[in-house]
Nanobody, 121 residues
Framework: QVQLVESGGGLVQAGGSLRLSCAAS????????MGWYRQASGKQRDLVATITNTGYPNYADSVKGRFTISRDNAKNTVYLQMNSLKSEDTAVYFC???????????????WGQGTQVTVSS
């Protein structure tokens, strides 16, 4: 079991910046991937960015060049620096932690409670 606690969401003007943080605790395995997904009202949940325990990032095309994902393994924390925010970025942002499940061949996802990011035009 892994618990995720998010912070940093809020209201920001278009062109502004926000930094999201997510701290993981519990039964954390060293080999894992953490990241951020977002879900706008009435739409599906989409990947924003992920990062492996080795620091390898992956970004959705819509945020490349604007968002930066990073992590601090000593703190079990992942960050999302969001710059040049657009109204289209408005969504609930969910922290995700993925690691091995109950067997060596299984993977399990853990999710944060979500934090609202609203970008005003």
């Amino acid at each position: 079991q892994v618990q995720l606690v998010e912070s940093g969401g809020g209201l920001v003007q278009a062109g502004g910046s926000l930094r999201l943080s997510c701290a993981a605790s519990g039964n954390i395995f060293s080999i894992n991937t953490m990241g951020w997904y977002r879900q706008a009202s009435g739409k599906q949940r989409d990947l924003v960015a992920t990062i492996t325990n080795t620091g390898y990032p992956n970004y959705a095309d819509s945020v490349k060049g604007r968002f930066t994902i990073s992590r601090d393994n000593a703190k079990n924390t992942v960050y999302l620096q969001m710059n040049s925010l657009k109204s289209e970025d408005t969504a609930v942002y969910f922290c995700n932690h993925k690691q091995q499940g109950g067997t060596w061949s299984s993977v399990v996802d853990y999710w944060g409670q979500g934090t609202q990011v609203t970008v005003s035009s």
